[in-house]
């Protein structure tokens, strides 16, 4: 049973969106605007990818356990852990950086830290230099996720805005798969540069993001925040309208940007209490504390962090054998990613987490009885059948917690609270991530694959959670899931006033007609 949510008429700007049937790659502006947001917005998710699959892949190098004194158990949790640990330690500041210097800055300011970080990484003299770094490196990567995250969906065409925050989450696989393939080729190299290079490598999605920040807009509604309203129109009216100042369209998203902002901040309070000030906000913050646990604690940091020491249980033991694996977990979790960010956000958001979940649900449990027969008996069918379902678990985690995450998270959350709301949401995904790091090599050392069972449970917990609490947000505009819920609805009827006045004024329109500036 889904939670009540407030029941929206027709939407004016998803009519005209509908009635729009010229494909992005047929409209030049918009076409510009998609392939620069790749290198700027989409890269940094490959940042966290690299990590990622660097980190796993190292395991298996030579050099690296050797300058670490073969790290196992607690030690090698902390190694991996202390990323998320930086990252945590930014949550405080991200929304006063992202809120008052805008969504590029921050990108800029976030890449910037981890450009340093990565090289610090890669000349690490010491254990705690390592540790330290690393650290550095965290603090870095949740400036840019949020930021981005929040770029894509407030400068999307509403037609294609979910499908940009799909793909957001999608390009983790590319750092993955160019981290996984750089550590294959560094093995061959026989000093501590097996390491370091990968290390240093890790700077290079963060190096893009700050050359390509000076090709793309500002958010519009952040514009609108600080009474930019003239540019902002002029961002809509070049990207959203191809530069046709008489469309309806740019001036109707305009109008609800400007109602949905007057009402959220006339009645909005100021800081982090913001969450938790209406029923409806302590609402959203349940569900994105829950949905930050259940993407990063679904059993998905044990295959990407640790898949070396379950290689090895199951009969994998050459170094070369392990990394080959590596990269073709990684370019088969990109490839799947991919589909399914085209896919996925067609469908209800709800219903979607719940097929993930479940599907998760059956590949773990799958996959526990396939481990728990290889330990036991030794046979290599059963080694081979854990690598099946290890393969499997991609598609169905892409279906929601990485094609819809950040789509779900910048419509749940109002424009003045979407940062402080995606901060939250980060603060305990990464604490989750942190908490499995710590724990993932210790259960796996200690209790083998009895420990796949805490993971099973888990999944069950979810597809109840999700049934009864998350909220449907599937077919409105981002102005008007500012309004979700039922105790909401006297705002919406207002922000529904604002798009009317623009269609029944032809003077709104008229008097917005000047000519095309540069952005």
């Not at 890269?43 to 990590?51: K, N, Q, R, V």
Request: charged share 15%.
């Amino acid at each position: 049973m889904a939670p009540p949510v407030a029941l929206i008429e027709e939407s004016i700007i998803l009519n005209l969106v509908a009635q729009d049937h010229v494909k992005w790659w047929n409209k030049p502006n918009l076409r510009t605007l998609y392939l620069l947001l790749v290198p700027f917005c989409l890269f940094i998710e490959s940042t966290s990818g690299f990590d990622s699959s660097m980190m796993n892949g190292m395991q298996a190098l030579t050099y690296w356990k050797i300058f670490f004194d073969h790290p196992k158990g607690g030690q090698l949790g902390l190694l991996v852990a202390c990323y998320n640990l930086g990252a945590i330690t930014s949550i405080p500041f991200i929304s006063l950086v992202s809120d008052r210097f805008g969504r590029r800055k921050s990108i800029v300011f976030g890449s910037t830290i981890m450009c340093i970080g990565a090289i610090m990484q890669g000349l690490s003299r010491n254990l705690a230099m390592f540790v330290f770094s690393r650290i550095f490196l965290g603090h870095g990567i949740v400036y840019a996720i949020i930021a981005g995250a929040a770029l894509l969906g407030e400068l999307g065409h509403p037609k294609e805005r979910a499908f940009l925050g799909s793909l957001f989450n999608a390009f983790f696989g590319v750092g993955a798969v160019l981290g996984a393939g750089i550590v294959v080729q560094t093995r061959l190299i026989q000093s501590d540069w097996s390491w370091r290079l990968p290390s240093i490598l890790q700077a290079i999605p963060s190096l893009i993001q700050i050359v390509f920040s000076f090709t793309v807009p500002e958010s519009p509604r952040w514009l609108v925040s600080k009474d930019r309203h003239e540019e902002a129109l002029q961002i809509l009216i070049k990207y959203h309208a191809e530069g046709d100042a008489s469309a309806e369209l740019p001036h109707l998203e305009l109008a609800e940007i400007q109602a949905a902002l007057k009402i959220e901040n006339e009645s909005r309070a100021r800081g982090w209490g913001e969450l938790f000030q209406t029923k409806g906000m302590r609402h959203r913050s349940l569900v994105a504390a829950a949905l930050g646990l259940f993407v990063q604690f679904s059993g998905n940091n044990l295959i990407s962090q640790y898949f070396v020491p379950i290689a090895e249980k199951i009969g994998i033991t050459s170094s070369y054998e392990q990394v080959r694996y590596n990269v073709g977990k990684e370019s088969w979790g990109f490839l799947v990613s991919l589909i399914m960010a085209s896919v996925t956000p067609r469908f209800p958001r709800r219903k979607m987490f719940l097929l993930c979940a479940s599907c998760l649900l059956a590949v773990y449990t799958a996959w526990t009885i396939a481990q728990a027969r290889n330990r036991i008996t030794g046979s290599k069918e059963s080694g081979y059948a854990v690598l099946v379902f290890i393969f499997l678990y991609s598609p169905a985690y892409c279906i929601g917690y990485n094609a819809l995450t950040y789509v779900y998270m910048v419509e749940m959350f109002p424009y003045y609270v979407r940062t402080k709301g995606l901060s939250w949401f980060q603060l305990f995904g990464r604490t989750a991530v942190m908490f499995g790091s710590f724990v993932n090599p210790i259960g796996l050392e200690n209790i083998d694959w009895k420990y796949l069972l805490v993971y099973v449970v888990w999944l069950c917990f979810e597809i109840v959670f999700i049934y009864f609490f998350f909220p449907e947000t599937y077919g409105k505009t981002l102005e008007e899931l500012h309004f979700l819920f039922e105790s909401e609805k006297e705002e919406r009827d207002v922000l529904a006033a604002a798009a009317s006045k623009v269609i029944n004024d032809p003077s709104v329109i008229e008097l917005h007609e000047v000519p095309e500036k540069k952005v």
